[in-house]
């Protein structure tokens, strides 16, 4: 284990656990739950004593899971972040999350792309679903779109003024991996930071898992996300459940002919009557 163990990097500050002075720092994030600054403080306390501090508790949490963990402020738990390759070593895998909304009926928008249905001023600004669309993004340092969400997405967020302003930044400034074989370029405003793929997508999402770096995220983008499902890529689908039913509309999967078994992981339920489901990938489709 590192002398340093980072666990929280979301926003640029940090919680460290210091092997060589035996104390907790916290330069705490506005996100950290009230309890779970009680629960750093208690370990410290039970740990001060220990020769090996901190490889009481944190330790063989940290070892158990065989993961690089960081904090999910929105849900007030550890997360693994990639794979971590032993002792002194570094983070090897990153992982790729589906990040979308749907109807009761499975449908991710209109037939013809409306999103009226969720999309209004201010549905993301001091709501529960801001707070867990701006726990998503701060995980991530990559969006990958589709076709057709980009399209959506360009036409509203370069130029956006009135939505939640840690959402909107990290939506301009991160890097978007466009992936469309019709486009002939692709552009982000002022920012510049959107990039064309050609290429196959499975192939260049697999390279890009073996690179280092943070989580990478989808939106919307059924076609891309049921080509990396067929490829074994996505490692989560987190999907926003709304309490509507559309009729008819453009589905979350598209074109799977196999079985795709999903291990329930998380559920959160909003005031709204949303609720929040978290799944893992199970091994292989089941034909």
């Known amino acids: 284990m590192p002398a340093v163990t980072d666990l929280l ?17 916290l330069a705490l994030s506005s996100c950290v739950p009230a309890k779970m600054l009680r629960l750093f403080l208690l370990y410290a306390a039970a740990n001060r004593r220990s020769p090996d501090y901190p490889t009481a508790k944190w330790t063989s949490y940290y070892n158990a899971s065989g993961s ?5 402020c929105f849900r007030g738990r550890f997360v693994p972040r990639g794979s971590y390759s032993g002792q002194g070593g570094s983070l090897t ?14 449908f991710v928008s209109g037939p013809k792309g409306e999103l ?23 995980r991530v340092d990559a969006i990958l779109l589709g076709r057709l969400t980009y399209e959506e997405f360009v036409s509203y967020w370069p130029t956006a003024k009135d939505n939640d302003p ?71 689908i987190q999907l926003t459940v709304h309490p509507i039913v559309l009729g008819k509309g453009r589905p979350e999967f598209k074109d799977l002919n196999e079985r795709y078994p999903l291990k329930l992981i998380d559920v959160k339920s909003f005031e709204s009557g949303a609720v929040n489901l978290v799944y893992q990938p199970l091994a292989q489709a089941k034909r």
Not at 19 to 24: A, E, P, R, S, W
Not at 94 to 102: A, E, F, H, M, P
Not at 176 to 191: A, N, P, Q, R
């Open 9 to 25: 990097d979301d926003s640029g500050k940090f919680i460290f656990i210091s092997q060589k002075i035996g104390l907790v720092h």
């Open 116 to 138: 009226d249905w969720f999309v209004h001023p201010g549905f993301v600004k001091a709501t529960e679903y801001g707070d867990y669309a701006r726990s998503v993004i701060r």
């Open 68 to 72: 690089n963990l960081k904090l999910d």
């Open 166 to 236: 840690v959402i909107t930044e990290r939506m301009n400034n991160l890097p978007k991996f466009v992936f469309s074989k019709t486009l002939e370029k692709v552009s982000w405003g002022d920012w510049g930071t959107a990039r064309l793929v050609k290429d196959d997508a499975a192939k260049t999402v697999s390279k890009m898992k073996q690179e280092q770096g943070r989580d990478m995220v989808i939106y919307g983008s059924a076609t891309l996300v049921s080509a990396l499902m067929k490829a074994g890529l996505v490692d989560e």
């Open 93 to 106: 895998m990153r992982r790729l999350i589906v990040s979308n909304l749907k109807s009761r009926d499975g």
